[in-house]
């Protein structure tokens, strides 16, 4: 298909390693995936017109100018919970469609202490009752959700196991991952339990890392002799009515939707092709229940048919759908402000042939990208070589 004048390109890409890096803060791995990015793009930071960047526990963005560079650019601040980076991406994409600007950054990164997440009901807009229950610690809450899908749908805890067995063998050959050993479904299963289902290996861990990708117009990227992909559609949605969020405080009897499919519908219609025709998706999997989840919400399967697809392969990197590429969130942890540009990095790299070891054969020309965030918010990107 012939670019147009308002397509939207992704020319570069920078990331600092996801894990522990001790004596470098958030902000700075930030700034060291931007200078990575600007680097592969032969650019300097004066090119830039604009900025979004985002971070929960870092620290504001828009204070790594202070070592960047101080030029003057639009630089937007964005707070989007896990969908942080996903609503990054998003305004650089719909600023350089509108014609505003024809080259921008979105960046994502940070840096959170060992443990849980903890958040507060207050800050969620709810009754401390809901503290109370257990229910705001969200490795508890989607256990109970994944239970309960499990139990509609047939899901088997093998399944879940198998979802984290392929999350750390792709993270082997991933330079960027945080866990990078190969952990078999024996040892997953027999692993202490920390939510059940879920033992402790089939959770990701919140962690560090950064991630920053150049956008730029078609006729742009054509002036720099930059191809890079094609970002064909860009989505964000909240929860419909009827919806089962994480802190939803009550399950609707009419159910409704979820924001993931919505964002996937509108992502789809606004590409113009179908589930079909992807070959590579990064959906979001902070724990297996997630991964097996949002396949069918994407559109990619049917509600049950998660077991056959897993058992069967198809999500691996030689499978007719590769799922989480370079680990996911299981092998890469989940800097909340960075982790939905780590799934278009991926992307953009699987396209452009730069993956390495973890390369999916085929010479892949459709990636997904699907990243979730509380309190139920779906971030959609697709994206041709």
């Not at 590579?280 to 990619?300: P, S, W």
Request: aromatic residues 8%; proline residues 5%.
């Amino acid at each position: 298909m012939s670019p147009s004048t308002s397509d939207v390109r992704i020319i570069a890409a920078g990331i600092h390693p996801f894990g522990r890096t001790p004596g470098l803060s958030g902000l700075q791995q930030g700034v060291f995936a931007v200078r990575q990015a600007l680097a592969a793009a032969g650019l300097d930071w004066r090119d830039i017109q604009f900025a979004y960047g985002g971070s929960d526990s870092a620290g504001n963005a828009d204070t790594m100018v202070s070592e960047l560079g101080l030029t003057g650019l639009q630089f937007i601040n964005v707070a989007n919970g896990c969908a942080t980076g996903g609503s990054a991406m998003f305004g650089a994409y719909s600023t350089i469609k509108s014609g505003e600007f024809d080259l921008g950054i979105a960046v994502g990164f940070d840096k959170h202490p060992r443990g849980a997440f903890d958040p507060k009901p207050a800050d969620w807009g709810l009754p401390d009752w809901y503290g109370e229950t257990g229910l705001m610690l969200t490795t508890q809450f989607f256990a109970m959700k994944t239970q309960r899908y499990m139990a509609e749908h047939g899901i088997s805890v093998q399944t879940l196991g198998r979802v984290a067995e392929k999350a750390f063998a792709n993270g082997v050959a991933t330079p960027h991952a945080w866990r990078r050993e190969a952990v078999d479904l024996e040892t997953i299963l027999a692993a202490p339990l920390v939510s059940d289902p879920f033992t402790k290996f089939m959770f990701c861990s919140p962690g560090e890392g950064a991630v920053a990708l150049v956008f730029a117009s078609a006729a742009r990227a054509r002036r720099l002799g930059l191809d890079g992909v094609r970002l064909r559609a860009a989505a964000v949605r909240s929860r419909p009515p009827g919806s089962f969020e994480v802190f939803s405080p009550a399950l609707d009897i009419v159910r409704g939707p979820s924001p993931t499919t919505l964002a996937s519908r509108a992502a789809f219609e606004m590409a113009g092709v179908a589930p079909a025709d992807i070959d590579i998706a990064q959906l979001q999997d902070t724990e297996t229940g997630a991964e097996i989840m949002h396949m069918a919400e994407n559109g990619f399967c049917a509600d049950g048919d998660q077991d056959a697809w897993i058992a069967e392969g198809r999500t691996r990197l030689e499978g007719a759908l590769p799922v989480n590429t370079d680990g996911g969130c299981l092998a890469c942890g989940e800097p909340i402000g960075a982790s939905g540009l780590r799934q278009v990095y991926e992307n953009f790299v699987q396209l452009t042939g730069q993956a390495g070891a973890r390369q999916v054969g085929g010479d892949p020309r459709l990636g997904y990208s699907h990243v979730y965030g509380a309190p139920g918010v779906s971030a959609v990107a697709i994206v041709e070589r």
